[in-house]
C-alpha cells in the first residue's frame, strides 16, 4: 500500500510564501518518481512540478517556473513544494503524486494524496 498526505496549505496574502509537505508512507521513497498538480474552482487539475527519484532533475509548469521549488528528502520519504511570490492566480487545492520504479515519465503518477488547500488573498 502507498499513502501520501499533503500538508502546509493555508491562507497567505500576495507575494507571500508557502511551504508544502507530502510524505509518503512507502518503504523506499527513492523508488518512487514524484510531483505536484493542482486543481482550482471550476478548472481541471493541471501539472505543477516534477521531481526524478534522485532528487536530481526537477520540471516546472511556465506559470510557477521561476516561483516554486520542488525537492525532496529521501530519508524521511518526504517531498517539498515552496512556493514563493504568491499570486491569487495560484489559489487551488494542491495534490501530491508519486509512481513507482520503472515509471520514470513527467507528470504521470500512479499513487496520489488528498490534497491541501492553498489561498492567496488579493
Known amino acids: 500500500q502507498v499513502q501520501l498526505v499533503e500538508s502546509g496549505g493555508g491562507l497567505v496574502q500576495a507575494g507571500g510564501s508557502l511551504r508544502l509537505s507530502c510524505a509518503a508512507s512507502?518503504?523506499?521513497?527513492?523508488?518512487?518518481?514524484s510531483g505536484w498538480f493542482r486543481q482550482a474552482p471550476g478548472k481541471e487539475r493541471e501539472f505543477v512540478a516534477h521531481?526524478?527519484?534522485?532528487?536530481?532533475?526537477?520540471y516546472y509548469a511556465d506559470s510557477v517556473k521561476d516561483r516554486f521549488t520542488i525537492s525532496r528528502d529521501n530519508a524521511k520519504n518526504t517531498m517539498y513544494l515552496q512556493m514563493n511570490s504568491l499570486k491569487p492566480e495560484d489559489t487551488a487545492v494542491y495534490y501530491c503524486?508519486?509512481?513507482?520504479?520503472?515509471?520514470?515519465?513527467?507528470?504521470?503518477?500512479?499513487?496520489w494524496g488528498q490534497g491541501t488547500q492553498v489561498t492567496v488573498s488579493s
Open positions: 521531481i526524478s527519484r534522485s532528487g536530481g532533475n526537477t
Open positions: 503524486g508519486a509512481a513507482p520504479w520503472p515509471r520514470v515519465e513527467v507528470g504521470k503518477y500512479d499513487f
Open positions: 512507502v518503504r523506499t521513497f527513492s523508488s518512487y518518481t
